[in-house]
């Protein structure tokens, strides 16, 4: 009898998703449009949000606006990176980069929104000073076999993509290629998807 809405500004991943409910699960309803303005039919039982909150606008007053879509007692449930997690994987991909570019990379906005978040006590903290109750979180661990392909899906289906802005197909290829260079040079055989796990109670 419930309705669960997903939300996003990508409407490939949205066409996805729609692909992978197929016509077994008539309750989901998908809709291309901004969560930081998103309304739907709350009062909602839970909103959740993974991986994705560090890319908000505003990250405490967008999250804050969410959990007020929640009826009393709904939970905001949000997934989040571990402290450490990416490590490896990423310091490859941006010397990849940067040694194309000739020169460093800033770091960016969402990165240090994402460390504010990065252990269990962090989220927590968080999620009490967005003004909900009954705070948890906890630690997943999570390690992804590395082959070239999935190490350059990786690149492309995350926020990573952002770092090829700007590049031709040529330079997409010089990436790709070094980035493999540099995980074979070190070893590197899994991703860290290590996250942290919170919820809170409106």
Known sequence: AGAVDGVDLSTGLLAVARA???DDLPWLRFTAADATTWTGDAPYDVVQC???VFF???MDTDSRRLAGLLRPGGRF???TWHQGSLTEFT???VSAVEELRGERLP???TA???ERLHTPDDLRAWLTALGLREATAEAVEHRVPLDADTSWDLVLGTGLRGMLAGFDSDQVNSVRAG???RLSAAGVMHFDAGSVLGAGVR
Do not use: I, N, Q
């Open 50 to 52: 993974g991986y994705g």
């Open 56 to 58: 908000l606008p505003d």
């Open 179 to 181: 980035l493999l260079e």
């Open 112 to 114: 240090s929104a994402a």
């Open 77 to 79: 449930v949000v997934l």
């Open 107 to 109: 770091k960016p906005a």
């Open 91 to 93: 310091g490859c991909l």
């Open 20 to 22: 992978r409910a197929g």
